[in-house]
């Protein structure tokens, strides 16, 4: 449970709370005269923002920690990432929305190529198209073995997720990927001696689904990885009393946000405008909308600086779009730094923005970048604090104690 | 205990602390151009030492966490707020002094006006005078009933406390105050099985104190609230060698000053003045002066930015007089805001200054306000890391392995 303390003290009085996630938000200037993405950027909005509320910046898990985008999400939601760890297969899973209960394994696989001798050529068979993909997938679909069952979804080009479901089924199994090509797949162990019976269903439906995919011209095997069962997570409406909505482009974030019991919302539209728009368009269903921007993040993982700056002023100039919605409180964050000059997530403290017209504290600064964050009022703290700051500006949290 | 790693750290070195709390001093400012109390008052003493000094901002319980005065001023004194709740009635009963031992039961009570059918009319009597309510609660000192010993004294006005003592009480009782008028005063519950004989002595007490006021004009009933036994704090003897000294107007913080082991001094005269004063008469009795200030969170409540800041202008040209005792560590701050715009306590952070001539480290910070604070060089932390701070600017804490 996010933090208990705050259980006891809310106060649902509809106020309404939105969460703007840039993916990957902060960057660094490596020089004196360099410039991180978001300081590149022109974001007028972001600065009267920024001028008017509060800003500061967040360690996403613990200083020198560079995330994931799994445990970099469920800190902003108020989930401790140290206690609470979605496995890869259980995440991937929710976010094609495909079900996984307590006792159920899911797992996230790559298609892949394997030469004559069975060893791997290619770990992700050529990064083959979705419809490329999809005839491998049909067959995977298709096999079943007895005394569980097993439901396969493609989720994206050569990616899949596996979910087996029967009884005694301990997720404790290993990879089968053997992390280079040459080798042949790896076959499933259990990494404790409860999930023997886990790893031996699992590898005899391998053996056969191995066998449906022979004929295949390039994608004649598959890797598997990431398994894991439901993590358990406590609602938003459990731990907050707040009907949340996702609005998200990317399958990952739809996952994360299911785990915790929010909605994901069919999108009215593309990119940052699309994603404000569907927020409207749900407003007075519910009181907190998570709202996830990819792009980045991806041009931050490709070193495209100018790409990323791009983003963010798409961003910005979207903004009167979700302001017109008079939000309560918005905030606006990243769930982790991506810098350009990294190619590569980040453990840098991420830049955030709290704009709550009726309760935020003004500070002395008057843009929203890297530098000025860090000397901004709310100073430096952990991610998992965002919901507490959210909770307390919308005014749902009452008194601790007379 | 507080922080267990500081007590065999200790060094009674004979130098002298002053904490100084000004009631609910945080404010915000809500747009640009709006100023908090402490923004706007002039306060030339407070902004000196802040330049000298080092200053910084609290969070009060956690992020987010709006506090009540009890939790707010543990943290400050180093009790970790979460760790150590103080019941109510326990607080109530050693502001005006009265014995709470373990295994004791006491409440607050508020005089109320009932009428012909029972239902209370006024919750708070009219909130009738201290003389007005004095005959009633005369009447209540001497209903006692078999098996247990009862005090019962006025606090303020309408405002009493009673002391329930006898073998085998819990103090695990339910409210009687029904919160609305109209209806009877409820009966008092065990909220655990445990409390039942607590319960029915209270409840048999409580049926001939009413009989007792069945002839007053007013304040023919009362309303129970708050049960609690002796919380069994540390003193600040033991946890810090320090002999505490509380300087207070107000009786709730004398009641949490002498919960931990503090001597409750008398005034020699009104206003900051009379208590910097009280200071210098008891100078070499204590080494360690809480000075509380209760106006300005008063003046917050009322939604008066003038009043407070003025109080805070009293304050800042009274220092001179705590000055002149030459203290080694001087702390200026608040037990949590109470921003006047919002006419109520607060989460936001609260401004703190640490002066101490002789050891402090000097920031780029020159003004005693909440958005230089956000900036100064103690940063953003726990206000239960206060008496550390303290401990150490006074040379009284040792190193910590070698």
Redesign the interface.
């Known amino acids: 449970m996010p933090?208990s303390?705050?259980k006891p003290?809310l106060d649902d009085n509809g106020s309404k709370i939105v969460l703007l996630v840039m993916d990957g938000l902060g960057g660094i200037a490596t020089t004196q005269m360099g410039k991180s993405a978001l300081e590149l950027a022109n974001t007028p909005n972001l600065d009267r923002l920024a001028?008017?509320g509060s800003i500061g910046q967040t360690i996403p898990i613990r200083y020198g920690i560079t995330p994931g985008s799994g445990p970099a999400h469920l800190s902003l939601f108020g989930y401790e990432p140290l206690e609470y760890v979605i496995g890869r297969g259980a995440l991937e899973a929710a976010g094609v929305n495909l079900p996984v209960r307590k006792g159920d394994i899911a797992a996230r696989g790559n298609l892949c190529s394997l030469d004559q001798q069975g060893n791997v050529t290619d770990r992700r068979a050529g990064r083959i198209s979705q419809e490329e993909a999809a005839p491998a997938i049909e067959k995977l679909k298709k096999v079943q073995i007895p005394g569980v069952e097993v439901e396969v979804r493609q989720v994206k080009e050569y990616r899949f997720v596996i979910v087996m479901r029967g009884e005694g089924l301990d997720p404790s199994l290993n990879d089968t990927d053997p992390q280079e090509v040459g080798v042949p797949p790896l076959k499933v162990t259990a990494g404790i001696p409860a999930a023997k019976k886990a790893a031996d269903k699992m590898e005899e439906w391998i053996q056969e689904a191995y066998k449906a995919l022979a004929d295949e011209p390039v994608a004649n095997g598959f890797l598997l990885r990431g398994f894991a069962t439901d993590p358990g997570l406590p609602t938003y409406e459990d731990a907050y009393q707040l009907q949340a909505a996702c609005i998200a482009e990317y399958p990952m974030y739809k996952g994360v946000s299911r785990l915790v019991g929010m909605d994901v919302l069919d999108l009215v539209g593309p990119g940052a405008e699309g994603e404000f728009k569907t927020a409207g368009k749900y407003w007075n269903d519910h009181d907190f909308f998570f709202i996830h921007i990819k792009k980045t993040d991806s041009y931050g993982e490709d070193g495209n600086l100018e790409g990323k700056s791009k983003i963010i002023e798409e961003v910005d100039q979207a903004l009167p779009v979700l302001l017109d919605l008079k939000p309560d409180v918005l905030m606006v964050t990243g769930d982790h730094s991506t810098p350009a000059v990294l190619k590569s997530h980040s453990w840098h403290p991420v830049p955030f923005l709290l704009w709550a017209?009726?309760?935020?504290?003004?500070?002395?600064e008057t843009a929203f970048n890297e530098r000025n964050c860090a000397?901004?009022?709310?100073?430096?703290?952990p991610a998992v604090?965002t919901?507490?700051?959210?909770?307390?500006?919308a005014r749902r949290?009452?008194?601790?104690?007379?």
Chains 1, 2 share one sequence.
Request: aromatic content about 12%; cysteine-free.
């Open positions: 933090y303390y705050l003290l001028a008017e017209p009726e309760t935020h504290r003004t500070d002395l000397r901004g009022g709310l100073g430096t703290f604090e919901m507490s700051l959210a909770l307390a500006h949290l009452q008194k601790f104690g007379a």
